[in-house]
């Protein structure tokens, strides 16, 4: 048996060896005195035209910046505990990138990796930082990271690096509203005969997108969370220095082929600060808004009716209303001087799927059969290949959970895109007053479905877009909350 296990790998060298760590940040140098500090910063990781766009089914080089993708950070600091999260704008970033990238900010900073979120939020129009081509989805732990994954990792450490030097004093406070009117579960029960056949030559229950009005919707498979949370810290003067938010919705989309952006994740942070009135200072206001569990969630009512938007144009009205909503409630914050920070993290392990004897022996006549030949799907042949490279994966993954505590805040961290279910569970079980999750936190897994939702199967259940024990959401759960317990 193959275990994986998280390994630094030498790729901190795409930074020289010789940093001199700033006193500034020097942790094992630092008194235990009560004060609160925040500092944020921003980093452009805004790839070169010209390399291939992920996310969809066909992949278009990329030949037009829309806007600029950024790792957009904040950094925390009670005095005696610091804690950093980065929001990457890729569809996915591996482990091991964020792992580079964790290792270089120990090195430079002495912050430790336990104490450290890095997520991406799942924009779908950027090139990919899981490996080119065929590698992306691969197993490829120990490997070098190629070009664009250095570039990042090495972009990050520099963000954080930046968010420490704008470190001074500040209070916290969170709240929430709601915003229902943007999420509806993609996944679907439909009427009784209706034929969903699978490209793994058996038949779902559900079907993804199933397309606006369809006459044989039945009901959706699950819930949506409506809520978009937030945190915000701001100067002792009041002046605001950064707001991070959540909410559980996935890419929204609508950019024409091959332009970069990221998505409404961007867009609701420069329009939250339009609509402070923030003018760019220095440091300036950063914004930054975090995926949620929206692995079964889009922005689609298939109920109908189907209404047309410009390029860009539904990702504004998505904003637009997320910052709106965000700012309903944000002069009405209880601002804490002090709270206190902790974080808690494991590597939980978990199996990884293997095709069972029916399924290979499918594979193999999918591959055998002449070009041009169709199945009873039209993604037979892709899926196919894409079964045959889950051999190259270990027979066990070890898997970051992390957990944060901010006063009566607790935050989760799970690399996978989780189902919205998931998440409401772990508000629900949570002991913090306030709880969110963002996921592809530390990596990228892939999907992961409810045991529930695997048997009424679906694209979120494929074996190759999800790869791990079909238990694992209830595993992973359960793990998160055992964290929120230690730290609360």
């Not at 799942?122 to 992306?136: F, L, M, P, V």
Request: glycine content about 8%.
């Amino acid at each position: 048996m193959v275990v994986a296990k998280t390994v630094l790998l030498p790729l901190i060298l795409i930074i020289s060896l010789s940093i001199r760590v700033h006193p500034l940040y020097a942790q094992e140098n630092r008194e235990a005195v009560r004060f609160f500090r925040a500092g944020a910063a921003k980093s452009n990781i805004t790839p070169p035209l010209g390399e291939p766009i992920v996310g969809n089914w066909e992949e278009p080089p990329a030949d037009y910046v829309h806007d600029e993708l950024y790792a957009r950070c904040l950094v925390l600091d009670d005095g005696t505990t610091r804690l950093a999260v980065v929001l990457v704008d890729n569809v996915g970033a591996k482990q091991e990138v964020f792992d580079a990238a964790k290792a270089i900010i120990q090195k430079r900073t002495g912050l430790p990796p336990a104490q450290v979120l890095i997520a991406s939020t799942h924009t779908h129009s950027s090139i990919s930082a899981g490996g080119a081509g065929e590698k992306r989805r691969d197993w490829t732990a120990g490997e070098a990271l190629d070009a664009y994954q250095s570039f990042m990792a090495s972009r990050i450490a520099d963000g954080i690096q930046n968010a420490l030097y704008n470190l001074e004093p500040a209070r916290i406070g969170w709240g929430s509203g709601n915003v229902p009117q943007h999420v509806f579960n993609r996944r679907w029960k439909m009427k009784p005969g209706t034929p969903m056949p699978n490209p793994l030559g058996t038949n779902d229950l559900a079907v993804m997108n199933p397309g606006v009005g369809n006459p044989d919707l039945l009901h959706p498979a699950g819930p949506t969370d409506p809520e978009v949370a937030f945190l915000s810290v701001q100067a002792i003067d009041g002046r605001p220095l950064a707001l991070l938010a959540n909410y559980s919705l996935h890419y929204v989309g609508g950019v024409p082929e091959g332009h970069l952006s990221a998505d409404y994740f961007g867009m609701f942070a420069d329009r939250l600060q339009e609509l402070l009135q923030l003018d760019v200072d220095h440091p300036p206001f950063i914004a930054m808004m975090s995926n949620g569990t929206s692995g079964d969630v889009n922005n689609i009512d298939f109920r109908g009716p189907r209404v047309k938007h410009p390029p860009y144009g539904k990702m504004k009205v998505v904003a637009e209303d997320l910052a709106r909503e965000v700012l309903k409630s944000y002069h009405d914050i209880v601002y804490r001087d002090w709270v206190e920070l902790a974080a808690r993290q494991v590597y939980l392990p978990l199996k990884v799927r293997r095709p069972d004897p029916d399924l290979s022996e499918f594979v193999r006549e999918v591959l055998e059969r002449p070009e041009g030949e169709t199945g009873r799907h039209r993604l037979e042949k892709t899926y196919a290949k894409r079964v045959l490279q889950m051999e190259t994966w270990p027979d066990e993954v070890h898997v970051i959970i992390q957990a944060f505590k901010i006063g009566d805040l607790g935050i989760g961290a799970i690399p996978f895109e989780t189902f919205a279910e998931t998440g409401l569970e772990i508000k629900d079980r949570s002991p913090f007053d306030q709880t969110f999750t963002i996921s592809l936190a530390n990596g990228s897994y892939g999907y992961l479905p409810t045991p529930e939702q695997h048997r009424l199967g679906g694209y979120e259940t494929w074996l190759s877009t999800n790869r791990v024990e079909k238990e694992a959401s209830e595993k992973i759960v359960d793990q998160l909350l055992t964290l929120f317990s230690a730290l609360d």
